[in-house]
Every structure is written in structure tokens, then in C-alpha cells.
């Protein structure tokens, strides 16, 4: 019978897991405890059946193996009867939702701050996912941060290290451990859903892409699925090898940090599709030959076309979007007669309605896009859709763009980061918008009158849980519309996200500089919210 060892402890303030987890830097994490405090709380909510089933894998920051190691040994004292380990210490956070669908595990720990810089003096994270794959949703992260308040032990058992780089079974007391391959699961579901047989023959006709990976997670993923599945050239993925720090850059697919991927696709060497994703590889981003496409379009041109692929045709029940994204995906849903469903950000807010097969595809204006085949975002899923509608018809990243907005009209959008601010100017300003929300409707701000304005309340259409505060809106006569929200990603500080969009009808100027056409709301934001007094900010940090 193993010994289960029982260590005494005490709570660490602001353990508060945010949209995706508990993020903090790395030296957080490395005091004594605190990594345990928050797994046993996970343990203490979720309660797991004697024998249950645990998925752990994480994007291979540093610091990833240390917190493995631990859980593992943590998992066997709270009555786990196995846990599934990527090879490495490796799982997309796609894939973990996989394998946590596929193999029936009660839940999983994926240790990642996903987009974040990654290293001994940067960030690190760790997120539960629930039995759907999924993120565990506000009841269960609300008990969890509860519970960190009060802990005053964590439960482990004395066993050496498994061994992570190789294959194969393993013992922690009675528990077993099995190190998987992080890949073939998730790669064999891809070609499941898409049609990889005109994917190859575009690529044999000459078809070429470039996939940054950005020496994250889904390195090891393109080098299977695209190099060796598909027959892309050798070279078409770069920066394919996971580090620990990413090597020094940082990996967020936004057109600041894959600068060097938007500089190739705008020269003329530029090859047909350009690709990048990632920390953890639930994000994508998209560009085509001298066309970047941003993810609220990319939303909706996947949408528009999501039937090509031979896993969704005949079966598109509705789409959802975060309500920071913008309204082009609406447009998509309302043409073709199916529901658009509206939520907070946070990728949880969509597991409900695919559980309830109320949605087939969902997005988010940060990059991310996915469907029913998960409960995560994917950024690789994205890229492959891309390719599978594109192979299918015959056509460039550009004409599709253009095509679709002659068709539906085009949102111009744009989102501005203002990273790293103090959490009281951010806060204080908040306070401010929130006050005067009900003097808004009806002021003029240049050629801009309000029609409306409101903090964004979800009442979620399954459980009727309440969501309460999600954001501010500024919603204009013209159909444009202004979002103010703290951002809930960070480690420190706070970053406030301005979202701005203005709506072009068909007939209008559908391929005009975006800066310009949305001159009048970033007047409007300043205007309305004194951004530049309360931030100390003349200029966003960040606009994508």
C-alpha cells in the first residue's frame, strides 16, 4: 500500500485562476508550495473517483517538468489511477483536450501561460480542464480560488522522477503512468476531418506555405501533420523545435512578434499561405500573399466556407463568437440561417454550446478559432481548414477575402493593448466609464453619436448561469461600436484592450487602409474614456 504523505501549508494571496488559469512569473511559482497549493486545490474541488484518469502536458517552458514531476506525484496521493504524460512533457493545449475526450480522463493539467514569454525570469501557468476537454468553467474555478484561501495541506507520495523522454509505462505507487506520444492522436484526428488527399494535390501542383511555430508546441505537430502528411517541403515550418524560452522571442502570432513571417508575405518571394501559432498552440494566425486576414475575419471566412471540409458538411448548427470579436461572423450566420451566439471571452464560455451541439465553429478576436472537435481553441485546426478550403477551391487568400466581403460587407477592426499598466489607473479608469455609462446615449463625438452603451452581461443559454461586468460597449448610431475590457491573460500590471470596429456595406470601401477608416473611433475612445490621462499612454502598446 503506498504511503500518502501529508505536508503542511498555508494559503498564497492571489491565486485567482483568470480566463485561462493561474499565470504568474516563473520565480512565483518557484516558492516552495505554491505550485502544490494550487494542484491541491484543483484535487480538493474536483474530488476525483478512486482510479480516475489525468491528463497532464503542457507548451515546454521552463519550468514545465519541475511542476510535472510534482503533480504526477500528486495525482497518485489523491486516488488517480493513471495519468496519461505527453512524451517531453509535451501537449498542445488542443491536443490535451483530445486526448482527454479520447482516452475518457476525468480532467486535465495543462501547464502553460499560452501566449506569454516563456524562461526563467518570464511566466508560467497552469490551467484544469474538465471530463469534456474543456476549461473548467467559473463554478469550478471560483471553488478553486476559494479553496487556496483556506489550504493548510497537499498530498504527495515519495517516488523518483518518470522518466519523461521516453515512451512507455511507468509506476507512481499503484498509479500508472503513461508517457504517450503528444502527436499521433491529435494529427490522426486532423485527418479525420479534413480532406488531406486535396490538400496534397494542391501541394503537388505547387502550392507552397510557411508555418512559424514559433519555437513553441506545435513544432513537432507541422513537422508531422504538413511536412510529413501532407508533403510540404522540408523547411515550410520554422522555428519547429519547443523551447524553453521560446527562444528569447515571444509567441504570440500578432504581426509585432512574427513580424519576420508579415515581412515574407508581403515581399515577392512570398509563398501562398503563411502560418504562425502559438505558446501552447491554440492560436493561429493568417496570411496570404500580400493579404493579412485578421482573426475576427478569418472567423467568418471559416465559417462561410466550413462545409467544405468533409467532417462539417451538412452540419454547420450555428457559430459563436466572444463579444469583443467583431460582427462579421453575424453576418455569415444571418445569410446562412443559423444561430450566432454572443459570450464573455474566455474559450469556456464556449464549451456549453458545443456540448449542446448549439454550435459547430467558435472564435475569438485574440487569435483564436475552433470547432466541436475539441473544447479548446486550435491554431493548427485553423491552418488546416484554411488549406482545406483553399486546395478545394482553387483559390488565393486574397480573391477569398475579397469575395467575402463583396458578399457580406466587411467589419474593419482593430484592438489596442495597453500592456503593463498599473492595476489601479486601470482599474480607476474602468470605475469612471462604468459611472457614465448612463449619460452616454445620444452624445455626439464628431461624426459619431452614441446609440447605446452598457456593461456586457451573459446569461448563458444551456445552464442560465449569469455572467456578469464582461466589458463596456459604446455602441454608435452608424453600426460601429467601441469595447473597453481588462484583460485577464497577464502576469502583472494590468493590459487594457480597446476594440474598435466600423462596418463597410458591400457596395462600400471594402479595401481601405483600417487605420484610417477607424480615425474616428479611436477619437471617440480617447474621448470617452481618457485613456492617454488615466494610463499615462499616448500610444497603445500593441495593435492588432
Given at each position: 500500500?503506498t504511503k500518502?504523505l501529508t ?7 492571489g491565486?485567482?485562476?483568470g480566463?485561462s488559469?493561474?499565470r504568474k512569473k ?7 508550495g ?9 484535487f ?7 482510479g480516475?484518469?489525468?491528463?497532464i502536458?503542457?507548451d515546454?517552458?521552463?519550468?514545465n517538468?519541475t511542476v510535472i514531476?510534482?503533480a504526477?506525484?500528486m495525482a497518485?496521493a489523491?486516488g488517480y489511477g ?7 512533457g ?7 483536450s483530445?486526448?482527454?475526450r479520447?482516452y475518457g480522463a476525468?480532467?486535465g493539467?495543462?501547464?502553460?501561460a499560452?501566449h506569454?514569454?516563456g524562461?526563467?525570469?518570464e ?7 474538465i ?5 473548467a468553467?467559473e463554478?469550478?474555478t ?5 479553496r487556496?484561501?483556506v489550504?493548510?495541506?497537499w ?14 509505462r511507468?509506476?507512481v505507487g ?5 508517457v ?10 486532423m485527418e479525420?476531418?479534413?480532406?488531406f488527399d486535396?490538400i496534397?494535390?494542391a501541394?503537388?501542383?505547387g502550392?507552397?506555405m510557411r508555418?512559424?511555430?514559433m519555437s513553441?508546441?506545435t ?5 508531422e501533420i504538413?511536412?510529413?502528411r501532407l508533403?510540404f517541403?522540408a523547411g515550410?515550418?520554422?522555428?519547429g ?5 521560446f527562444?528569447g522571442?515571444?509567441?504570440d502570432?500578432?504581426?509585432i512578434?512574427a ?7 508581403m515581399?515577392?518571394d512570398?509563398?501562398?499561405l503563411?502560418a504562425a ?12 500573399r500580400g493579404?493579412?486576414i485578421?482573426p475576427s ?6 465559417a462561410?466556407?466550413i462545409?467544405?471540409?468533409p ?6 448548427a ?5 463579444m ?10 444571418q445569410?446562412?440561417?443559423v444561430?450566432?451566439?454572443?459570450t464573455?471571452?474566455g474559450?469556456k464560455?464556449f464549451?456549453n454550446?458545443?456540448?449542446a451541439g448549439?454550435v459547430?465553429?467558435?472564435g475569438e ?8 472537435h475539441?473544447?479548446e481553441?486550435?491554431g493548427?485546426?485553423?491552418?488546416l481548414?484554411?488549406?482545406?478550403i483553399?486546395a478545394v ?9 475579397r469575395?467575402?466581403?463583396a458578399?457580406?460587407g466587411r467589419?474593419?477592426?482593430a ?8 492595476t489601479e ?5 474602468m470605475?469612471e466609464?462604468t459611472?457614465?455609462l448612463?449619460s ?7 461624426p ?11 446569461t ?5 448561469s449569469?455572467s456578469?461586468?464582461?466589458g ?8 460601429s ?6 484583460s485577464g491573460t497577464g502576469?502583472q ?8 470596429e466600423r462596418f463597410?456595406p ?13 480615425e ?6 480617447e ?11 499616448s500610444a ?5
Amino acid at each position: 500500500m503506498t504511503k500518502i504523505l501529508t505536508v503542511p501549508t498555508t494559503p498564497f494571496e492571489g491565486q485567482a485562476p483568470g480566463t485561462s488559469g493561474l499565470r504568474k512569473k516563473v520565480k512565483i511559482f518557484q516558492q516552495p508550495g505554491y505550485a502544490e497549493n494550487f494542484i491541491q486545490s484543483v484535487f480538493d474541488v474536483v474530488k476525483p473517483e478512486s482510479g480516475a484518469v489525468l491528463v497532464i502536458g503542457g507548451d515546454g517552458r521552463f519550468h514545465n517538468r519541475t511542476v510535472i514531476q510534482q503533480a504526477i506525484r500528486m495525482a497518485a496521493a489523491n486516488g488517480y489511477g493513471r495519468v496519461l504524460v505527453g512524451q517531453g512533457g509535451i501537449l498542445s493545449t488542443p491536443a490535451a483536450s483530445h486526448v482527454i475526450r479520447k482516452y475518457g480522463a476525468s480532467g486535465g493539467l495543462i501547464l502553460s501561460a499560452s501566449h506569454n514569454p516563456g524562461g526563467p525570469e518570464e511566466d508560467f501557468g497552469i490551467k484544469y480542464n474538465i471530463g469534456n476537454g474543456g476549461p473548467a468553467p467559473e463554478n469550478v474555478t471560483d471553488a478553486v480560488l476559494a479553496r487556496t484561501k483556506v489550504i493548510d495541506r497537499w498530498l504527495t507520495v515519495e517516488a523518483p522522477d518518470v522518466d519523461l523522454d521516453e515512451q512507455g509505462r511507468a509506476h507512481v505507487g499503484e498509479m500508472i503512468v503513461d508517457v504517450i506520444d503528444p502527436v499521433r492522436d491529435y494529427a490522426d484526428l486532423m485527418e479525420e476531418l479534413f480532406d488531406f488527399d486535396a490538400i496534397r494535390k494542391a501541394v503537388a501542383s505547387g502550392f507552397t506555405m510557411r508555418m512559424d511555430s514559433m519555437s513553441a508546441v506545435t513544432g513537432p505537430y507541422a513537422h508531422e501533420i504538413l511536412e510529413k502528411r501532407l508533403g510540404f517541403a522540408a523547411g515550410t515550418v520554422v522555428n519547429g523545435t519547443p523551447l524553453e524560452d521560446f527562444g528569447g522571442h515571444h509567441p504570440d502570432p500578432n504581426l509585432i512578434h512574427a513580424r519576420e513571417l508579415y515581412d515574407l508575405m508581403m515581399s515577392d518571394d512570398a509563398p501562398d499561405l503563411g502560418a504562425a501559432s502559438d505558446g501552447d498552440g491554440d492560436r493561429n494566425l493568417i496570411i496570404g500573399r500580400g493579404r493579412f486576414i485578421t482573426p475576427s475575419d478569418s472567423l467568418a471566412m471559416l465559417a462561410a466556407n466550413i462545409q467544405i471540409a468533409p467532417a462539417y458538411r451538412g452540419r454547420l448548427a450555428g457559430i459563436a463568437r466572444s463579444m469583443p470579436t467583431s460582427g462579421a461572423a453575424d453576418r455569415v450566420a444571418q445569410e446562412l440561417d443559423v444561430p450566432l451566439y454572443e459570450t464573455p471571452t474566455g474559450w469556456k464560455f464556449f464549451g456549453n454550446l458545443l456540448d449542446a451541439g448549439k454550435v459547430t465553429i467558435c472564435g475569438e478576436e485574440s487569435a483564436g478559432t475552433g470547432s466541436d472537435h475539441v473544447r479548446e481553441k486550435d491554431g493548427l485546426w485553423a491552418v488546416l481548414l484554411w488549406l482545406n478550403i483553399l486546395a478545394v477551391r482553387g483559390i488565393s487568400v486574397d480573391d477569398l477575402a475579397r469575395e467575402h466581403w463583396a458578399r457580406f460587407g466587411r467589419n474593419y477592426y482593430a484592438r489596442h493593448d495597453y500592456e503593463g499598466i498599473a492595476t489601479e489607473s486601470a482599474n480607476a479608469l474602468m470605475k469612471e466609464l462604468t459611472a457614465k455609462l448612463s449619460s452616454l446615449p445620444g452624445a455626439t463625438l464628431g461624426p459619431l453619436t452614441v446609440r447605446e452603451a452598457d456593461s456586457f452581461s451573459y446569461t448563458d443559454p444551456v445552464d442560465e448561469s449569469v455572467s456578469a461586468n464582461q466589458g463596456i460597449r459604446v455602441l454608435f448610431e452608424d453600426g460601429s461600436r467601441i469595447v473597453f475590457r481588462l484583460s485577464g491573460t497577464g502576469t502583472q500590471g494590468a493590459t487594457l484592450r480597446v476594440y474598435l470596429e466600423r462596418f463597410e456595406p458591400r457596395f462600400g470601401h471594402l479595401d481601405a487602409e483600417t487605420a484610417a477608416m477607424l480615425e474616428h473611433q479611436v477619437a471617440a475612445a480617447e474621448a470617452i474614456a481618457g485613456i492617454a490621462r488615466h494610463t499615462g499612454r499616448s500610444a497603445p502598446d500593441v495593435i492588432t
